[in-house]
């Protein structure tokens, strides 16, 4: 695996202030929260890393990657494309099985088709409703939609960059889907406001009208808090599975 940093350069909030925050730099394998109100430009700082901004953007902050500017064939080319997005809406516009359409994602990136029955099983591991790879993508739920995506990212796209914006009721154990992705070995930007997954970050930007304001790094305090409420979610995805069941909750 290839080492690789990704640099985030400061630029303005909406009227114009610098970035409090100048520069933030981060390494293969760790979880980055982005935090704040809505419209205080958390889309957007999002937005500037997909799109690699260099000071082409309303923030004009800039994008490093490996402390340089990322060159045109790193932005075009889809097989080299360093950046997958997982998002809140997820559409699969073709009509095909799951089990097809895995494989030929897989052919397309130079991979082993077979890799498709390694992506399904670990979807499933994220979704509490199992995926079929005779499924059609079109009947898939949002939560299995997801599961399959963060799945795919995580076995056959080798982008090392993912960048999540609120998947709040994703239907998918987001913390496992998380703790995946970063321990391939990728970068994973999320934006959310779910204490569980904002502490599971190291660090986490507070955004403010426009700008990064602040950078928080998760203190001991807040991971020993983090740990409790891991197990408060594993025993309500229990109940919750004891209810589907038809079962008395004992
Ligand atoms: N640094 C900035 N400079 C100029 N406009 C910005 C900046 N950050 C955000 N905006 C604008 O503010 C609005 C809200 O931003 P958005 O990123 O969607 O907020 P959030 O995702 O936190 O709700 C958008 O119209 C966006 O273009
Ligand atoms: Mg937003």
């Known amino acids: 695996m290839l080492p690789l940093t990704l640099t985030i350069q400061g630029g303005v909030d909406k009227d114009g202030t610098p970035d409090a925050v100048n520069e933030i730099e981060i390494a ?3 979880i980055i929260g982005i935090v704040g109100p809505t419209g205080s430009g958390k889309s957007t700082l999002i937005a500037d890393i997909e799109q690699f901004a260099y000071a082409d953007t309303p923030s004009g902050r800039r994008i490093l990657i490996n402390g340089l500017v990322p060159d045109q ?9 360093l950046v997958a997005q997982l998002s809140q809406n997820m559409h699969f516009l073709a009509d095909m099985q799951v089990g097809e359409f895995l494989r030929m ?6 991979k082993d088709p077979g890799l498709a029955e390694k992506v399904i099983e ?4 994220l979704t509490g409703e199992p995926i079929d790879p005779h499924h059609q993508l079109t009947i898939l ?18 982008s090392p960059i993912v960048l999540i914006d609120e998947i709040e009721n994703a239907g998918i154990k987001k913390q496992e889907a998380l703790r995946l992705l970063s321990g391939e070995g990728k970068i994973v930007v999320v934006v959310t406001h779910d204490p569980m997954l904002a502490l599971m970050a190291s660090r986490r930007v507070v955004m403010k009208n ?12 807040e991971h020993r808090i983090f740990k409790d409420i891991e197990r408060v979610d594993g025993w309500l995805t229990s109940l919750r599975e004891t209810i589907r069941q038809g079962e008395v909750v004992a």
């Open 28 to 30: 293969r394998g760790e």
């Open 73 to 81: 064939e790193l932005r075009s080319d889809p097989r080299k494309k």
């Open 105 to 110: 994602h897989a052919k397309s990136r130079g």
């Open 122 to 125: 670990l979807a499933n591991t």
């Open 141 to 158: 739920s949002g939560g299995q939609s997801r599961a399959l995506m963060a799945a795919d990212i995580a076995v056959i796209s080798d």
């Open 210 to 221: 426009g700008g990064m304001t602040r950078i928080l790094s998760t203190s001991e305090e």
